[in-house]
């Protein structure tokens, strides 16, 4: 593929995750170095002081909310504060631990790839399944037309519906294309809709478990605290027929149920 310039903005919501945080920039500091890039915080008005770390990372910009923006809404003000030609959305509690992370995927864009994510694990090194949605079979059909992902482990690279926004970089024309975020998810599915929204306006998503970054995952928030205001959202904005949003979530049901029980006989 070919790639684009090593113009890249490395973006970190952070909200009450600072001993993470700390981690995460020592990682993103290494792995830039050489390259054109920038490295912001946004302090999602958590109240976390991070002047210690901002005094010991000069070349960092920080920044401060007025309010909690969300996740979406975060990286929509640390996107306004960089004219970069790529951005690197990245939680605190993620850290690159291999070699050239971030030039290795500012290579994969370029050729109608708009995003791309890496695979990600944990300490351990165990991958989560769930840092992609499936884009192409059946039960990938049925669960997007449900307003869900399915999901499996993928060790090559493979267009995907989503990628994870704990780590994933985003070309800035396909980003300023579509409007960003919606800040309208506070926390979860806000990934799904970007790259939903950008693969509608014709830009590619590519999952590529070449790259692997650490997850440690569940720093933020509980999934109960938002999960279903967010599902109900992504649904209300992209299910267009109410019958299909009240009998797609059943077939989708049964699809798992037996697709599981496929799974377990192969």
Known sequence: MSG??????????????RRHLERCLASVLEDVAGLDARVLVLDNASGDDLSELARRHPQVGFSVAE???????GH?????????????????????VEPRTVARLLEALGDGVAAVGPQLVDAAGAVDPRDHGELHGFRARVAQAAGHSHYRRRDQPVDAAWVSGAACLVSRPAFDAVGGFDPGFFLYKEEEDLFLRIRRDGGRVLYLP???????GAAVASRDDHLAESVARYARKHIRSRTQRRLMPRVHRAAQVWGGRLDRLR
């Open 76 to 96: 929509n003000r640390l996107a306004a504060q960089n004219d970069a030609a790529a951005l690197l959305v990245l939680n605190p509690d993620a850290a690159l």
């Open 210 to 216: 070449s790259v692997r970054v650490r997850h440690d």
């Open 4 to 17: 684009v310039a090593a113009d890249v903005a490395v973006q970190v919501v952070n909200y009450r995750t």
């Open 67 to 73: 309010r909690n923006l969300g996740f979406g809404g």
